[in-house]
């Protein structure tokens, strides 16, 4: 194989290589993206699930029954 011809070949595996490395990139931040909004859907679903579902101002927890 010639020097040329090496060169030629190495050159075209460096293009592949960083067109690779674009798509991984635009891939894991694709990823980050989605990461992040199901992080902050499971945030609000645990803030949900901890409030009492018909005491939404958090005081109705230690009141006493109407009973009393």
């Known amino acids: 194989m010639s020097p040329e011809a090496r060169m030629i070949e190495i050159e075209i595996k460096v293009a592949r290589q960083e067109d690779l490395l674009e798509e991984l990139n635009t891939l894991v931040y694709r990823q980050q993206q989605k990461i ?33």
């Open 36 to 68: 992040d909004r199901l992080e902050t859907l499971c945030a609000a679903l645990a803030r949900l699930v901890k409030e009492p579902a018909g005491d939404q101002d958090g005081n109705g927890a230690n009141e006493r029954p109407p009973h009393y």
